[in-house]
């Protein structure tokens, strides 16, 4: 299969350095020889560019949410590159960088084709607004504003309107939500599998489900978004917001493969490796590892 692999070297959404180092980590741990020895084809399409904004002017382009224009304009060119690769029969391989870009993949895919899953495998739900956040930090929003849910700004970007349908929505890992994401999670009736969801049903019977209300839904493609925070802490020291109890790396791995046998998987992100908070790469090593595992079973 073609492969567009897109970096992202964003720390805007989290506030917190190092994460911006993450897609050049990955290439230099051989992210590209791991997908080309599993019989991909990959054009390597580079950095997004990211503006150079001082600390000091995070709140310059809104009083509450943090460094929102140069995090817009990122994601609106992030957007049109997945649209771009998906358009010419290549999937999107995005890197990040911190998660504040799933809008922008998202965004991209659905531009593509409207009829989009989304399966947001991660720790927290991402589905706060400006008016719910505690932080202010945008990574913790990109999916609420995907659902059209939040400032106008996020909810339109690439194109005006809902980029994804709230019932096309999967979060599987979730264990820390705030009660801004709780009352969306009731209110919508969004899918949500924390990680004892996982302990106490098992990662097989909740693929099979998800994998089961998709196709009652009639929908042909999933956009499939994985931060690396979904994850135990223990395994994975260099990530800027890790949960206790997370999921293991059998179940994560369960998960993914899984997905791709669907055959229903077109793009996907891989975020939130932080090379500074690393301890000698075992994050980066393992990142490798899963993306390794994923892509071998993308055919």
């Keep these: 299969m073609n492969i567009s692999l897109i970096g992202v070297p964003i720390f805007f959404g989290s506030d917190k350095k190092g994460v911006e180092f993450g897609p050049d ?12 020895r599993n019989n991909h084809t990959v054009y390597d399409c580079g950095n997004l560019y990211v503006e150079n904004i001082n600390e000091e002017q995070k709140f310059n382009f809104h009083p509450t949410m943090k460094y929102l224009k140069p995090i ?16 010419s029969d290549s ?4 890197i990040g960088g911190d998660h504040s870009l799933g809008l922008g993949s998202i965004s991209g895919a659905s531009k593509y084709n409207s009829d989009t899953a989304v399966i947001w495998i991660d720790a927290h ?24 849910i939040g400032f106008n700004e996020l909810t339109d970007l690439y194109y005006k309107g809902t980029k994804v349908d709230s019932k096309n929505v999967f979060i599987i890992g979730a264990r820390d939500l705030d009660e801004g994401e709780k009352a969306l999670i009731k209110s919508k009736n969004l899918n949500v599998y924390s990680t ?5 049903i098992g990662m097989e019977r909740i693929s099979e489900e998800v994998h089961s209300k998709i196709k009652e839904n009639g929908i ?12 135990d802490p223990s395994l994975v020291p260099g990530t800027g917001t890790p949960v206790k109890n997370g999921m293991s790396l059998d179940h994560a791995k369960y998960l993914l493969k899984y997905l791709m046998e669907t055959k229903l998987v077109k793009s996907m992100d891989f975020v939130e490796l932080n090379p500074v908070l690393d301890k000698n790469d075992s994050t980066a090593d393992m990142c490798i590892d899963l993306l390794d595992w994923t892509f071998k079973h993308l055919k």
Excluded: W
């Excluded at 817009?72 to 358009?87: E, F, G, I, P, R």
């Excluded at 008016?131 to 659902?147: D, K, Y």
């Design 91 to 94: 999937f999107p391989l995005v």
């Design 72 to 87: 817009l304009d990122v994601n609106k060119n992030l957007a049109h590159q997945v649209y771009s690769a998906l358009t």
């Design 220 to 231: 042909k493609r999933i956009h499939l978004s994985f931060d690396i925070d979904c994850l």
């Design 125 to 148: 739900g991402d589905i706060n607004t400006h008016e719910t956040s505690m932080t202010g930090n945008i990574h913790g929003m990109p999916l609420a504003a995907a659902m059209g």
């Design 196 to 200: 004892e969801d996982v302990k106490n």
């Design 25 to 36: 980590k990955l290439r230099e741990k051989g992210i590209i020889d791991i997908l080309t």
